[in-house]
Protein backbone atom coordinates (compact mmCIF):
# COMPACT_ATOMS: atom_id res chain seq x y z
CA UNK A 1 0.00 0.00 0.00
CA UNK A 2 2.24 3.20 -1.40
CA UNK A 3 -1.08 5.12 -0.44
CA UNK A 4 -2.87 8.02 -3.13
CA UNK A 5 -0.48 9.55 -5.58
CA UNK A 6 -0.65 12.85 -7.05
CA UNK A 7 1.38 14.32 -10.04
CA UNK A 8 2.38 17.28 -9.98
CA UNK A 9 2.61 18.68 -6.60
CA UNK A 10 2.74 21.70 -7.54
CA UNK A 11 2.03 23.63 -11.03
CA UNK A 12 2.37 27.23 -11.72
CA UNK A 13 0.82 28.16 -15.29
CA UNK A 14 -0.76 31.24 -16.90
CA UNK A 15 -4.27 32.11 -17.23
CA UNK A 16 -5.69 31.23 -20.47
CA UNK A 17 -3.62 27.51 -20.50
CA UNK A 18 -4.92 23.79 -19.73
CA UNK A 19 -3.48 21.68 -17.70
CA UNK A 20 -4.11 18.44 -16.11
CA UNK A 21 -3.46 16.49 -13.20
CA UNK A 22 -3.09 13.01 -12.04
CA UNK A 23 -4.21 10.80 -9.41
CA UNK A 24 -3.33 7.50 -8.99
CA UNK A 25 -5.46 5.94 -6.15
CA UNK A 26 -4.51 2.82 -3.81
CA UNK A 27 -4.47 -0.34 -6.02
CA UNK A 28 -7.41 -2.14 -5.38
CA UNK A 29 -9.48 0.72 -4.29
CA UNK A 30 -12.65 0.74 -7.06
CA UNK A 31 -14.07 4.64 -5.69
CA UNK A 32 -12.21 7.97 -6.62
CA UNK A 33 -13.11 11.10 -5.67
CA UNK A 34 -11.94 14.67 -6.35
CA UNK A 35 -12.17 17.84 -4.08
CA UNK A 36 -11.11 21.33 -4.15
CA UNK A 37 -9.44 23.01 -1.59
CA UNK A 38 -8.80 26.78 -1.42
CA UNK A 39 -6.81 28.79 0.94
CA UNK A 40 -8.79 29.44 4.47
CA UNK A 41 -11.33 27.01 3.45
CA UNK A 42 -12.12 22.92 4.15
CA UNK A 43 -12.58 20.59 0.50
CA UNK A 44 -15.02 21.15 -1.82
CA UNK A 45 -16.32 17.81 -3.37
CA UNK A 46 -16.34 18.02 -7.24
CA UNK A 47 -16.73 14.48 -8.52
CA UNK A 48 -16.53 10.64 -8.21
CA UNK A 49 -15.72 7.53 -10.07
CA UNK A 50 -16.42 3.75 -9.21
CA UNK A 51 -14.36 2.06 -11.53
CA UNK A 52 -14.53 3.66 -14.65
CA UNK A 53 -18.07 5.03 -14.25
CA UNK A 54 -18.31 9.03 -13.51
CA UNK A 55 -21.20 8.78 -11.03
CA UNK A 56 -21.52 12.14 -10.17
CA UNK A 57 -20.47 15.76 -10.67
CA UNK A 58 -20.87 18.76 -8.42
CA UNK A 59 -22.53 21.86 -10.11
CA UNK A 60 -18.20 23.58 -9.37
CA UNK A 61 -17.70 21.38 -12.04
CA UNK A 62 -17.96 23.64 -14.51
CA UNK A 63 -17.37 22.94 -18.46
CA UNK A 64 -14.33 23.96 -18.43
CA UNK A 65 -13.39 20.87 -15.88
CA UNK A 66 -12.92 17.37 -17.30
CA UNK A 67 -12.18 14.35 -14.86
CA UNK A 68 -11.24 10.83 -16.67
CA UNK A 69 -10.73 7.31 -15.36
CA UNK A 70 -10.23 5.46 -18.84
CA UNK A 71 -9.47 1.96 -17.21
CA UNK A 72 -10.84 2.11 -13.73
CA UNK A 73 -7.18 2.64 -12.30
CA UNK A 74 -5.63 6.07 -12.61
CA UNK A 75 -7.66 9.42 -13.29
CA UNK A 76 -7.27 12.49 -14.69
CA UNK A 77 -8.68 16.20 -13.90
CA UNK A 78 -8.13 18.34 -16.87
CA UNK A 79 -8.99 22.08 -16.67
CA UNK A 80 -9.29 23.97 -19.72
CA UNK A 81 -8.62 27.71 -20.32
CA UNK A 82 -7.52 28.16 -17.07
CA UNK A 83 -9.28 31.48 -15.16
CA UNK A 84 -7.01 32.83 -11.57
CA UNK A 85 -10.05 31.56 -9.80
CA UNK A 86 -8.93 28.28 -10.31
CA UNK A 87 -6.07 28.64 -8.38
CA UNK A 88 -6.02 25.96 -5.11
CA UNK A 89 -4.99 22.37 -4.13
CA UNK A 90 -6.76 19.87 -6.16
CA UNK A 91 -7.39 16.62 -3.63
CA UNK A 92 -7.60 12.92 -4.73
CA UNK A 93 -8.85 10.25 -2.36
CA UNK A 94 -9.67 7.04 -2.93
CA UNK A 95 -11.94 4.03 -1.42
CA UNK A 96 -12.59 0.59 -1.58
CA UNK A 97 -16.29 -0.02 -1.88
CA UNK A 98 -18.49 -3.50 -1.96
CA UNK A 99 -21.60 -5.08 -1.43
CA UNK A 100 -20.23 -6.75 1.05
CA UNK A 101 -18.55 -3.78 2.92
CA UNK A 102 -21.23 -1.47 4.72
CA UNK A 103 -21.67 1.89 3.56
CA UNK A 104 -20.94 3.65 6.45
CA UNK A 105 -17.40 2.00 6.33
CA UNK A 106 -16.54 3.55 3.00
CA UNK A 107 -13.28 5.43 3.89
CA UNK A 108 -11.49 7.82 2.50
CA UNK A 109 -7.93 7.99 1.65
CA UNK A 110 -6.70 11.29 0.77
CA UNK A 111 -3.42 12.21 -1.72
CA UNK A 112 -1.34 15.12 -0.53
CA UNK A 113 -2.40 17.40 -3.92
CA UNK A 114 -2.10 19.23 -6.29
CA UNK A 115 -1.24 22.79 -5.95
CA UNK A 116 -2.62 24.85 -9.02
CA UNK A 117 -1.62 28.78 -9.23
CA UNK A 118 -3.32 30.43 -12.02
CA UNK A 119 -1.06 33.93 -13.17
CA UNK B 1 -28.61 20.57 2.96
CA UNK B 2 -26.15 19.13 5.48
CA UNK B 3 -23.59 21.38 6.53
CA UNK B 4 -21.02 22.00 9.17
CA UNK B 5 -19.39 25.26 11.05
CA UNK B 6 -16.13 25.10 12.88
CA UNK B 7 -15.92 27.66 15.45
CA UNK B 8 -12.91 29.32 15.68
CA UNK B 9 -10.00 29.22 12.53
CA UNK B 10 -7.09 28.85 15.42
CA UNK B 11 -7.19 27.63 18.54
CA UNK B 12 -3.64 27.56 20.68
CA UNK B 13 -2.82 25.59 23.61
CA UNK B 14 -0.03 24.95 25.96
CA UNK B 15 1.59 21.20 25.75
CA UNK B 16 -0.54 18.95 28.27
CA UNK B 17 -3.48 20.86 28.43
CA UNK B 18 -6.98 20.10 26.84
CA UNK B 19 -7.76 20.41 23.08
CA UNK B 20 -11.43 21.17 22.51
CA UNK B 21 -12.16 21.84 18.90
CA UNK B 22 -15.53 22.81 18.07
CA UNK B 23 -17.99 21.95 15.25
CA UNK B 24 -21.69 22.49 14.65
CA UNK B 25 -24.15 20.70 12.09
CA UNK B 26 -26.90 21.38 10.07
CA UNK B 27 -28.68 18.30 8.50
CA UNK B 28 -31.96 17.65 7.57
CA UNK B 29 -31.53 13.88 8.01
CA UNK B 30 -29.53 11.82 10.48
CA UNK B 31 -25.79 13.11 10.07
CA UNK B 32 -22.93 10.96 9.14
CA UNK B 33 -20.09 13.30 11.08
CA UNK B 34 -16.62 13.24 10.26
CA UNK B 35 -13.33 14.67 11.92
CA UNK B 36 -10.10 14.56 10.08
CA UNK B 37 -6.47 15.81 10.67
CA UNK B 38 -4.15 17.88 7.71
CA UNK B 39 -0.91 17.47 8.45
CA UNK B 40 1.85 20.23 6.80
CA UNK B 41 2.45 18.46 3.54
CA UNK B 42 0.49 15.27 4.16
CA UNK B 43 -3.04 14.36 2.55
CA UNK B 44 -5.76 14.72 4.85
CA UNK B 45 -6.48 11.50 7.68
CA UNK B 46 -9.57 10.55 9.03
CA UNK B 47 -9.20 10.63 13.20
CA UNK B 48 -12.86 9.37 13.43
CA UNK B 49 -16.42 9.17 12.69
CA UNK B 50 -19.75 9.34 13.54
CA UNK B 51 -22.60 6.56 12.10
CA UNK B 52 -25.41 6.67 14.42
CA UNK B 53 -24.01 4.06 16.87
CA UNK B 54 -22.35 5.44 20.11
CA UNK B 55 -22.46 8.90 20.84
CA UNK B 56 -19.29 9.00 22.02
CA UNK B 57 -16.37 8.23 19.25
CA UNK B 58 -12.84 7.33 20.13
CA UNK B 59 -10.41 7.99 17.49
CA UNK B 60 -6.77 7.72 16.99
CA UNK B 61 -4.07 9.66 18.68
CA UNK B 62 -5.92 9.61 22.20
CA UNK B 63 -8.80 11.83 20.03
CA UNK B 64 -12.50 11.62 20.83
CA UNK B 65 -15.90 13.23 20.12
CA UNK B 66 -19.15 13.29 21.10
CA UNK B 67 -22.47 13.40 19.20
CA UNK B 68 -24.82 15.68 20.90
CA UNK B 69 -28.27 15.94 19.15
CA UNK B 70 -29.98 18.28 21.43
CA UNK B 71 -26.52 21.15 21.10
CA UNK B 72 -26.35 19.77 16.73
CA UNK B 73 -22.20 19.54 18.07
CA UNK B 74 -19.52 17.19 17.44
CA UNK B 75 -16.59 18.50 19.36
CA UNK B 76 -13.52 17.03 19.38
CA UNK B 77 -11.85 16.85 22.06
CA UNK B 78 -7.99 15.49 23.67
CA UNK B 79 -7.28 15.71 27.39
CA UNK B 80 -3.14 16.09 26.93
CA UNK B 81 -2.18 17.93 24.16
CA UNK B 82 1.49 17.23 22.49
CA UNK B 83 3.34 18.75 20.55
CA UNK B 84 2.71 16.39 17.26
CA UNK B 85 -0.98 17.67 17.45
CA UNK B 86 0.09 20.60 15.59
CA UNK B 87 -1.99 20.39 12.39
CA UNK B 88 -5.08 21.39 10.73
CA UNK B 89 -8.66 19.78 11.95
CA UNK B 90 -11.51 19.65 9.89
CA UNK B 91 -15.15 18.73 10.55
CA UNK B 92 -17.34 17.03 7.98
CA UNK B 93 -20.72 15.56 7.31
CA UNK B 94 -21.22 13.24 4.38
CA UNK B 95 -23.67 14.98 1.78
CA UNK B 96 -27.36 14.01 0.87
CA UNK B 97 -28.06 11.76 -1.64
CA UNK B 98 -26.66 9.73 -3.50
CA UNK B 99 -25.15 5.98 -2.27
CA UNK B 100 -21.31 7.07 -1.55
CA UNK B 101 -20.24 7.82 2.09
CA UNK B 102 -17.17 9.57 0.62
CA UNK B 103 -19.17 12.93 -0.87
CA UNK B 104 -18.35 14.98 2.22
CA UNK B 105 -19.31 18.51 3.14
CA UNK B 106 -16.45 20.22 5.33
CA UNK B 107 -16.05 23.20 7.46
CA UNK B 108 -13.83 25.42 7.20
CA UNK B 109 -11.26 24.11 9.26
CA UNK B 110 -9.01 24.75 12.49
CA UNK B 111 -5.70 25.31 13.03
CA UNK B 112 -3.89 23.88 15.78
CA UNK B 113 -1.21 25.46 17.70
CA UNK B 114 0.63 23.50 20.47
CA UNK B 115 3.86 25.64 22.46
CA UNK B 116 5.56 24.24 25.18
Known amino acids: DTGVSQDPRHKITKRGQNVTFRCDPI?????LYWYRQTLGQGPEFLTYFQNEAQLEKSRLLSDRFSAERPKGSFSTLEIQRTEQGDSAMYLCASSLWGLQIPATNEKLFFGSGTQLSVL | AQSVTQLGSHVSVSEGALVLLRCNYSSSVPPYLFWYVQYPNQGLQLLLK??????LVKGINGFEAEFKKSETSFHLTKPSAHMSDAAEYFC??????????????FGQGTILTVHP
Open chain 2, 92 to 105: AVRAAGGTSYGKLT
Open chain 1, 27 to 31: SEHNR
Open chain 2, 50 to 55: YTSAAT
